[in-house]
């Protein structure tokens, strides 16, 4: 028998990349070192090694390769390695080794001043260290070398809409690819602006659960133009939630089969803002809009008892959220002091994950919901029987001020979300929601200590009403 002849660097590249497409990272990179056997200093091999590993999460690893392909790398002569600082400085962003990150894009940038890519990754690194203004340089040089870039003109509008600069930021926004795959799949044309007097039509939803709870609100105003009907279609959790939505008259989850030629246009959920002209003093801010059925929150009225403050707690979200590390607590200890206040019953809104935390938590007394919530109808009705929420930035929050009920946001420093603006205690979406924010990176001791105050504050303003009525059902 012949011996089997030994895969070319080229070849071993080539399933590399292959295994790299299917998600099989480790498989992937056992073939990316077996190339490099044959060069050791070939960037793109580097470079792919370095990306293999970020995926299985060995960060350390990734930064090395990524490292020794830059070192090999020639952006000038092959425009496709740029690339390859582009990802190394996201690692290092997403590490927070920040000087480093900035070191790396600047080095690209001087080799390649029309990096288009790299004037935009230097801007979100820029805005993430609240240095905006040169980020918006950063994104606006990147517009001026590629003037439809989408990326670039996506990520100014979330600096301009945290700034309150609304015109422009919502007109940026549009450039988001969120809503390319579903201009594909529904079989009736999308709303643009023109005139809806008379027409049906659907809104659908874009990104997370927070995200629909928080513009589901624009049912309403669509309504004030004219709309003879409108429908929502929404991730299935939230169906039976939104059917309580006063100006929806049809609501759909993702998983259904719509009728046929019952809407004349349809909208993705993030274009509402911009197509009604939404500023600061034209948010419909009115709250609640959402509710639960009377009989589930009698349900719950039962279930938790008279006490005389009850309190929902929500300290971690998604952990595939992008910036999930930042907005969420370490874990349920973090709040542990604020969990030692007296006469209150605390209860724990986490599904997921967390909600093993509360189940095993015993230095203080914590009601635990999570198996009895099936879906954001069930967690409405709870919360309607709660007196304050007290949450990170996750849909508990969003459904919370959709239901008017009093809430405290827990906000980090890094990377917060544009909708709760640069600064300030108060929101305009949500009028019953009091924000507090990390001063310094990963300070979470500190937003805690600042929400021990106002809990105290808020069981005081409290306490004449419950001796004299005792604690009436919402």
């Known amino acids: 028998m012949p011996a089997t002849a030994a895969p070319t660097p080229d070849a071993l590249f080539t399933l590399g990349n292959q295994h790299l497409a299917a998600q099989d990272y480790a498989a992937a990179a056992q073939c990316y070192q077996q190339a490099l056997a044959y060069d050791p200093v070939c960037p793109e091999v580097l470079a792919n090694l370095a990306y293999a590993k970020e995926q299985q999460q060995d960060f350390s690893a990734a930064s090395q390769y990524y490292h020794q392909a830059l070192q090999h790398a020639d952006p000038q002569a092959h425009p496709s390695q740029q690339q390859i600082y582009i990802n190394a400085g996201a690692l290092l962003t997403r590490c927070k080794a920040f000087a480093a990150a900035e070191n790396i894009y600047r080095d690209l940038l001087q080799q390649v001043p029309g990096s288009a890519a790299g004037w935009s990754n230097l801007g979100v690194l820029l805005a993430g260290l609240r240095r905006e203004t040169e980020a918006e340089d950063a994104y606006r040089t990147a517009l001026s070398l590629m003037p439809d870039y989408r990326t670039a003109s996506f990520n100014l509008s979330y600096l301009l809409l945290r700034q309150e600069r609304w015109q422009e930021g919502w007109q940026r926004l549009e450039a988001r690819t969120s809503q390319d795959a579903l201009a594909k799949t529904l079989p009736f044309a999308r709303w643009q602006g023109e005139s809806l007097h008379g027409k049906r039509i659907l809104i659908v939803f874009e990104c997370g659960?927070?995200?629909?709870?928080?513009?589901?609100?624009?049912?309403?105003?669509?309504?004030?133009?004219?709309?003879?009907?409108?429908?929502?279609?929404?991730?299935?959790?939230?169906?039976?939630?939104?059917?309580?939505l006063p100006d929806a008259?049809?609501?759909?989850?993702?998983?259904?089969?719509?009728?046929?030629?019952?809407?004349?246009?349809?909208?993705?959920?993030?274009?509402?803002?911009?197509?009604?002209?939404?500023?600061?003093?034209?948010?419909?801010?009115?709250?609640?809009?959402?509710?639960?059925?009377?009989?589930?929150?009698?349900?719950?009225?039962?279930?938790?008892?008279?006490?005389?403050?009850?309190?929902?707690?929500?300290?971690?979200?998604?952990?595939?959220?992008?910036?999930?590390?930042?907005?969420?607590?370490?874990?349920?200890?973090?709040?542990?002091?604020?969990?030692?206040?007296?006469?209150?019953?605390?209860?724990s809104l986490q599904k997921g994950p967390a909600a093993q935390q509360a189940r095993d938590w015993q230095a203080t007394p914590l009601f635990c919901a999570d198996q009895e919530l099936h879906d954001f109808a069930d967690?409405?009705?709870l919360i309607s029987q709660l007196d304050l929420v007290i949450s990170i930035d996750s849909a508990v929050l969003h459904l919370a001020g959709a239901l008017g009920k009093p809430a405290f946001l827990l906000l980090p420093y890094y990377r917060q979300d544009w909708r709760w603006l640069a600064s300030g205690q108060e929101s305009p979406w949500y009028p019953t929601v009091r924000i507090f924010r990390q001063r310094q990176d990963g300070d979470w001791a500190g937003v805690i200590r600042e929400v021990q105050q106002a809990l105290q504050e808020f069981l005081h303003r409290r306490a004449p009403q419950t001796r004299a009525a005792g604690h009436a059902a919402t």
């Open 249 to 347: 008259d049809a609501v759909y989850g993702y998983d259904e089969t719509l009728p046929d030629e019952l809407w004349d246009v349809w909208v993705p959920i993030f274009s509402l803002p911009h197509l009604c002209g939404t500023r600061r003093a034209t948010i419909p801010a009115q709250v609640p809009y959402l509710s639960a059925t009377p009989q589930a929150a009698a349900h719950w009225h039962v279930r938790l008892g008279q006490q005389p403050c009850r309190i929902g707690i929500a300290w971690q979200g998604n952990p595939q959220f992008e910036t999930d590390q930042d907005r969420s607590l370490p874990g349920l200890s973090s709040l542990h002091s604020l969990l030692q206040q007296s006469g209150v019953q605390w209860v």
């Open 209 to 244: 659960f927070g995200d629909m709870l928080q513009f589901c609100r624009y049912a309403r105003q669509l309504k004030q133009l004219g709309v003879a009907q409108t429908g929502l279609l929404c991730h299935p959790p939230l169906k039976r939630l939104l059917q309580t």
């Open 379 to 381: 967690t409405a009705a």
